[in-house]
């Protein structure tokens, strides 16, 4: 059970150029999230998926798009890529049911500088 | 919107000494309350929770009570140890179960280092 795996762990891009970030649970659970991490700022969420094939816009979702493939697996696409893009960016799953409905499981990370 | 706010950090202790981190939040509703952990390099994971008002929660010797009237979840540790040294975020769900997608919002975390 790996829980909340992402790919890749460090990234260096050229502005204007494009990626995906991986994001993948085995978990079985239904909700899924991407959020950046900036000093200072704490976490903000990027977008949102309550469920397989919803997706949904969180609180800085400009010049993101996410794909929310199956179950398992959502990915983060940056179409062109800026310097204000540089962050650490955390993939999260939780299960919205249950006793533990509250508690989100994350991944390590993505460290992304674009230069 | 719902808010978190923690004390500004970094906060640097030596080894046993007690520890506080405020936090506290605006939100409608009953809001459930988190305190993450991150380590170096690694993800968040969650330390403790409270569901509900006067709730307790503890886990690793921490401990942070859910206070409604003056909405704050201040976390406590009596004697830190160096292995603490991380980053810890206050958080809140304002609709965590069911059917709502369950945002958390974050403070802006705390930088604790311990030092022998």
Do not use: H, I
């Given at each position: 059970n790996a829980g909340v795996t992402q790919t890749p762990k460090f990234q260096v891009l050229k502005t204007g150029q494009s990626m995906t970030l991986q994001c993948a649970q085995d978990m079985n659970h239904n909700?899924?999230?991407?959020?950046?991490?900036?000093p200072g700022m704490g976490l903000r969420l990027i977008y949102y998926s309550a469920s397989?094939?919803?997706?949904?816009?969180?609180?800085?979702?400009?010049?993101?798009?996410?794909?929310?493939?199956?179950?398992?697996?959502?990915?983060?696409?940056?179409?062109s890529?800026?310097?204000?893009?540089?962050?650490?960016y955390f993939c999260a799953s939780r299960n919205p049911w249950g006793s533990s409905s509250y508690e989100q499981y994350f991944g390590p990370g993505t460290r992304l500088t674009v230069t | 919107g719902d808010?978190?706010?923690?004390?500004?950090?970094?906060?640097t202790l030596s080894e046993e000494a007690f520890l506080t981190i405020n936090?506290?939040?605006?939100?409608?509703?009953?809001?459930?309350?988190?305190?993450?952990?991150?380590?170096?390099?690694?993800?968040?994971?969650?330390?403790?929770k409270a569901t509900k008002a006067d709730d307790k929660g503890s886990n690793k010797g921490f401990e942070a009570t859910y206070r409604k009237e003056t909405?704050?979840?201040h976390l406590e540790k009596g004697s830190v140890?160096?292995?603490?040294?991380?980053v810890y975020f206050c958080a809140l769900a304002a609709n965590a179960g069911g059917t709502s997608y369950g945002k958390l919002t974050f403070g802006q975390g705390t930088i604790l280092t311990v030092h022998p």
């Open positions: 909700s899924m999230y991407w959020y950046r991490q900036d397989e094939g919803t997706t949904d816009k969180g609180e800085v979702p400009n010049g993101y798009n996410v794909s929310r493939l199956n179950k398992r697996e959502f990915s983060l696409r940056l179409e890529a800026a310097p204000s893009q540089t962050s650490v | 808010s978190v706010t923690q004390m500004e950090g970094p906060v936090c506290t939040y605006t939100a409608t509703g009953y809001p459930s309350l988190f305190w993450y952990v991150q380590y170096p390099g690694e993800g968040l994971q969650l330390l403790l909405t704050s979840f140890q160096v292995s603490d040294s991380a």
